[in-house]
């Protein structure tokens, strides 16, 4: 079975632009999260869509957006890019929540490094 | 405000030896916690997880062990390999639909080195 896979791997951008990394969860994941990881920060939560529906977001600003398709698959933006906003961009799909615990197991992909300069 | 704490940003332990990460909660309300493994350039791996109503469980070398009161967890990896030199990511999550304790939250990474 095919693994989460993330694309572009990497882009390097200037401040001011925009950007969209996209996600292909494992086939029959419903989840989809996003997380930015940085030096010292460990992985900061984003958002989180299931069946096209975003269920959680992170602390983060309204630059950052996201969607999914009915295929599941899903897509992230920045708007007006920071040179903060340089980092890991990772992609995590899970199965559907289950009352216990087996089903929170996130499988992540590579990760979309991007570079704002 | 973190939720899950990893104190430790490294460890070196030496090829054979226990290695043992800790990571500690503030959230009564999480009853599920999973351990992750990175290594560079790569994407967060799944490691072993537990449930609040085990205090252990194995996993060929690696175990997690779950203290409820304490608020805390740790994985214990014997013996140690230098491949499993890597960084270590604490996660937790809890059961309730719909709430915000239906996703994951991850401590800062603890920098594991096993040397020869």
């Known amino acids: 079975k095919a693994g989460v896979t993330q694309t572009p791997r990497y882009l390097i951008k200037t401040r001011g632009q925009q950007v969209t990394l996209s996600c292909s969860p494992i086939?029959?994941?419903?989840?989809v999260s996003w997380y930015q990881q940085t030096p010292g920060q460990g992985l900061q939560f984003l958002f989180e869509y299931f069946s096209e529906t975003q269920r959680n977001k992170g602390n983060f600003p309204g630059r950052f957006s996201g969607r999914q398709f009915s295929n599941s698959r899903s897509e992230m933006n920045v708007s007006t890019l920071e040179l903060g906003d340089s980092a890991l961009y990772l992609c995590?799909?899970?199965?559907?929540?289950?009352?216990?615990?087996?089903?929170?197991?996130?499988?992540f992909g590579p990760g979309t490094r991007l570079t704002v300069l | 405000d973190q939720q899950v704490k990893q104190n430790s940003p490294s460890l070196s332990v030496q090829e054979g030896r226990i290695s043992i990460l800790n990571c500690d909660y503030t959230n009564s309300m999480f009853d599920y916690f999973l351990w992750y493994k990175k290594y560079p350039a790569e994407g967060p791996t799944f490691l072993i997880s537990?449930?609040?109503?085990?205090d252990k469980n194995e996993d060929g070398r690696f175990t997690v062990f779950l203290n409820k009161s304490a608020k805390h967890l740790s994985l214990h990896i014997v013996p140690s390999q230098p491949g499993d030199s890597a960084v270590y990511f604490c996660?937790?999550?809890?059961?309730?639909?719909?709430?915000?304790?239906?996703?994951?939250?991850f401590g800062r990474g603890t920098q594991l080195t096993v040397w020869p």
């Open positions: 537990i449930s609040s109503i085990k």
């Open positions: 996660a937790a999550s809890g059961l309730y639909r719909g709430s915000t304790l239906g996703r994951l939250y």
């Open positions: 086939s029959g994941h419903r989840s």
């Open positions: 995590a799909s899970s199965l559907a929540r289950t009352s216990g615990g087996a089903g929170y197991e996130q499988f």
